[in-house]
């Protein structure tokens, strides 16, 4: 039956959920079969080239949702170095895209903390991507909180032609991980920034506790939103958050679950984003043989990345630029 599951995914057929979780039972497929399997669907769609985009976070701390993961949240206890948009420098954010375009990243992205931005600090930010648009050429993403159908035109207006907004975790688990705004809430702001023409940039955060079930469910949840690009995050247990005690998922289990993203959305793009160095070491350069093709390069929101010319040393080690 495992042979017979591997075979039509190879031709294009998406699992059954039935399947998918057979799947993640490492007595039923070794790990080293699936990733196989999930590397040849990635080759067949996307080739062996990882693509590079980056994050800016213009505004960071004091957010009012309770996210359990997360430094920003204002019901936490983290030592952040707090940000406000009027402090971002137009120039800063220019030479440093300059910088990634020069390594070839392709795609940028301002990031936000908090649910809505105030008028004030989003017409500062459509000032940002208007020049960014005009004087660099580079791909621009926006993550800022909740939108309405008004902001969304403005954005896709300045040049903005990705919209990237997470679904955290499995709609079944999401209730136990933030409790100030719902999974709908989450739909309704994908729907938007889809509607205004942009594309979607949706993942969500794995070993936060949920099961094994539950991640197949979130697989199932994205494929079913037709996200363009898909970051997989991995939780970086951060000291004053509600999962800082949180226990990591196993490397094997890790790579087993991208495995199962790609096989379940074969043509989208798996992104591997935070925490990955923590919960992997070395190890997440594996994450590239199970189906990832594109990754955050750099810094993220409150944690470092490593820097831009040892991660492209790498990748191109690894034949991947």
Sequence with gaps: MKKQILERAANGYIPSLEESLLLMDPE????DELIH???????????????????HAVKVGRCSGDCAFCAQSSHHNCHIHIVRINESSYEKIA??????????VERFSLVTSGERLTDEEFSHILQIYRRLHNETGIGLCASLGSLDEQRAQALAGCGV?????????????FPQICSTHSYKDKLETIRIAREAGMEI?????????????????????LQKLHADCVPVNILNPIPGTRLEHQPLLSTDEILRTIALFRLVMPKQTLCFAGGRQNAMGDDEYAGYEAGINALIIGDFLTTQGKELKEEISKLTALGRV
Excluded at 95 to 104: A, D, I, P, T, Y
Excluded at 161 to 173: C, G, L, Q, V, W
């Design 95 to 104: 030479s440093h895209v300059r910088l990634l375009q020069k390594n070839g």
């Design 161 to 173: 032609t990705r919209y990237h907004h997470n679904i955290e975790t499995a709609p079944s688990y």
């Design 37 to 55: 399997a999930a590397g040849a669907i990635t080759k067949q769609y996307h080739g062996s080239r990882v693509k590079m985009c980056a994050i």
């Design 28 to 31: 039923f497929l070794p790990l």
């Design 201 to 221: 940039c949706c993942g969500g955060i794995i070993s936060m506790g949920e099961t094994s079930r539950q991640r197949v469910e979130m697989a199932y949840a």
